[in-house]
């Protein structure tokens, strides 16, 4: 049986106030149930054999809702979230008829929308699921995960002859029904062997999944993996790639500042192209003569995860922590940590702004709290948004966004609501940074 997994972890920043957020959900679920009050009385009648087994998959489209929150939501912000209130909306809206999946889907975003006081969390219909997509890191519906990731996320164990979670290895957490893995046969709970011949022993989830994607346009149409089932027995799958453009999210330029070049790598956003971009920018400015790097993510409101903490990674050294993860009910904590040397030790300068959110926030968090960099702000601070969201898919097709933790900065800085605090108001000078930095560095070794 397939279990509910994340599809994906997304930033879903937004330039709009979470209480007018809170509020228009509410207003929305009020409208809903009065014409689901009204859709109700006018579907009585329509196909009468036919509605008891629509009333039944509605109710069970509720219960897979309130199953996926009580398992899975974390309540990041101390709202006041109630299991006992939860379950009571739960038990009025499987006691009304719900003939139709419009009829669901609306007693699902009223649910949300007063159980839930989380701007961030929301019902999304198979069309808006359909759009989702652009999220995926593979490009071919694919969610993969650590040994020890699968375990948790899943509730799955591994097969017997694998159950040590520290035995590595890249899994199918999780994938989009009716995508291009899931047509070609890939399963949850898949090990993943090989990539066109290519070995993932040695691989990240994430490395993994940028051989998949293919976003060069010259990427072959389909791509060949070999995956090892529950069972042991080792499967060959050829997967088409879905034809889609995934744009540059960065452009690059040269300064002469006193001598000195200076080379400016803009990243407007963390799409599955912006880890492999960013990598041949710092090559190609260091390459033309660039002695100091400047990161601009000023306007970057996020995007995917994982590329943001991948990229951080590229500029700190092995073992240093990128981002601290709180999750669950006991809001336990896990590190993420930088694996082997950084890409450049060239001097480097984030500059961020009110919009810099999410993924944003979490590289520049990393970067600053490591003493690798120094941020440039002209106001208070960045918009601060750290919360986590996972994707689920619903049985029908549908989604749920969920909110099920937060991001912490190395130095526990929650970014959630507070944001990130400058270290100048104005691009310093060269001498000036170095002696922010060194300073920086001197108060770490201390701690």
């Known amino acids: 049986m397939c279990r509910h997994a994340p599809l994906v972890a997304v930033d879903l920043a937004s330039q709009s106030e979470d209480r007018i957020l809170e509020t228009l959900k509410k207003v929305g679920a009020t409208v809903d149930s009065a014409v689901s009050a009204f859709s109700n009385i006018s579907h009585l009648g329509d196909r009468a054999t036919n509605l008891e087994e629509a009333k039944r998959e509605g109710q069970e489209l509720v219960k897979e809702v309130w199953a996926v929150v009580s398992d899975y939501y974390l309540d990041a912000r101390g709202s006041g979230f109630d299991q006992v209130k939860w379950a009571a909306l739960r038990d009025k809206h499987m006691a009304q008829p719900l003939p139709t999946h419009e009829a669901a889907y609306r007693a699902i975003r009223e649910m949300l929308a007063y159980g839930l006081n989380d701007p961030y969390t929301r019902f999304i219909t198979p069309n808006e699921f ?152 710092v090559r190609q400015t260091e390459a033309a003569g660039a002695a100091e790097l400047v990161l601009d993510l000023r306007d970057n409101r996020g995007g995917l995860v994982q590329e943001g903490i991948e990229i951080a990674k590229l500029f700190l050294d092995d073992g240093m922590t990128v981002v601290v993860t709180e999750t669950g009910s006991r809001k336990d904590e896990r590190a993420v940590r930088a694996v082997g040397p950084p890409l450049t030790a060239a001097p480097l300068t984030v500059m961020v702004n009110e919009h810099t959110a999410s993924a944003s926030e979490i590289f520049a968090g990393a970067l600053h709290d490591n003493c690798r ?31 099920v933790g937060k991001y912490l900065t190395p130095a526990r800085t929650d970014i959630d609501r507070e944001g990130l605090k400058p270290d100048f108001r104005h691009m310093p000078s060269s001498t000036a940074a170095a002696e922010t930095l060194s300073a920086c560095r001197l108060t770490a070794s201390k701690a």
Do not use: C
Request: charged residues 20%; proline residues 4%.
């Open 373 to 403: 960099a120094l941020l440039v702000l002209a106001l208070s601070s960045t918009y601060g948004k750290g919360l986590i969201q996972s994707v689920y898919e619903l049985s029908d097709s549908s989604g749920l966004v969920l909110t």
């Open 130 to 281: 359909g759009a989702m997509r652009k999220y995926d890191v593979t490009g071919v519906g694919l969610n993969l995960a650590t040994a020890e990731e699968f375990t948790r996320k899943s509730g799955l164990q591994l097969p017997a002859d694998r159950a040590d979670v520290q035995v590595g290895g890249v899994w199918v957490l999780g994938m989009i029904k009716g995508g291009a893995a899931d047509r070609a046969g890939v399963r949850q709970g898949d090990e993943l062997l090989s990539i066109d011949g290519n070995s993932v022993a040695a691989l990240s989830p994430f490395q993994a999944a940028g051989l998949l994607q293919g976003t060069d346009e010259t990427a072959p149409p389909s791509v060949s993996l070999e995956v090892r089932r529950q069972d042991g027995a080792s499967v060959e799958v050829d997967i088409e790639r879905p034809v889609r453009s995934v744009p540059s999210p960065v452009t690059t330029y040269l300064e002469d500042r006193g001598g000195r070049t200076v080379g400016h790598i803009s990243l407007s956003a963390f799409n599955a192209r912006a880890l492999s971009d960013v990598v041949a920018a």
